[in-house]
T-cell receptor, first 113, second 114 residues
């Protein structure tokens, strides 16, 4: 069964540092997403990406965040200057044309110290 | 204000019984509603989708209902097994949204005891 792959599974970073979270979506999917889940909280939408551009973003996705699909297979989330409150599980998801169910990756646990 | 709520944080049932989980929403007009399963430390796994014009959907031991008048969806697992123990999330897609701002509930943690 096709999978969404995320790396690394766990990242610890110092406050103020930049981090890049990586995702390889399912190859024939067209819609890509980042969500996050703070421990014990809801899964929250960050950003959706389609046709090589952001199609929607939430209030959480401020200027510190950016996404890229540099090479047609990888999909990355960059946090420019991490804050303690960015500590969360970050999930990448994708879906195909005509699909409505999302396929999520296993997540990257980001810990900002 | 807009809310999506799963009324029970936790539900404990005996193996073989039917588990019923509830999802209520206010101030949304969802085009469809989805249910996901989430195991600890893992990403959500898609289970079922039900559209606004559908009353009921089934998949094996799973059944979802959708009542847009009550603004409620019920998720049933029949003949529950210990392997069904997980957190179940409901998520809705607001009508008029673009490609995918899913709004998630906080989840109900289901424990099925042998």
């Amino acid at each position: 069964e096709p999978e969404v792959t995320q790396t690394p599974s766990h990242q610890v970073t110092q406050m103020g540092q930049e981090v890049i979270l990586r995702c390889v979506p399912i190859s024939n999917h067209l819609y890509f997403y980042w969500y996050r889940q703070i421990l014990g909280q809801k899964v929250e939408f960050l950003v959706s990406f389609y046709n090589n551009e952001i199609s929607e973003k939430s209030e959480i996705f401020d200027d510190q965040f950016s996404v890229e699909r540099p090479d047609g297979s990888n999909f990355t989330l960059k946090i420019r200057s991490t804050k303690l409150e960015d500590s969360a599980m970050y999930f990448c998801a994708s879906r195909g044309l005509g699909d409505y169910g999302y396929t999520f990756g296993s997540g990257t646990r980001l810990t900002v110290v | 204000s807009q809310k999506i709520e799963q009324n029970s944080e936790a539900l404990n049932i005996q193996e073989g019984k039917t588990a019923t989980l509830t999802c209520n929403y206010t101030n949304y007009s969802p085009a469809y509603l989805q249910w996901y399963r989430q195991d600890p430390g893992r990403g959500p796994v898609f289970l079922l989708l039900i559209r606004e014009n559908e009353k009921e959907k089934r998949k094996e031991r799973l059944k979802v209902t959708f009542d847009t008048t009550l603004k409620q969806s019920l998720f049933h697992i029949t003949a529950s097994q210990p392997a069904d123990s997980a957190t179940y999330l409901c998520a809705l897609a607001p009508r008029g949204g673009s490609q995918g701002n899913l709004i998630f509930g906080k989840g109900t943690k289901l424990s099925v005891k042998p």
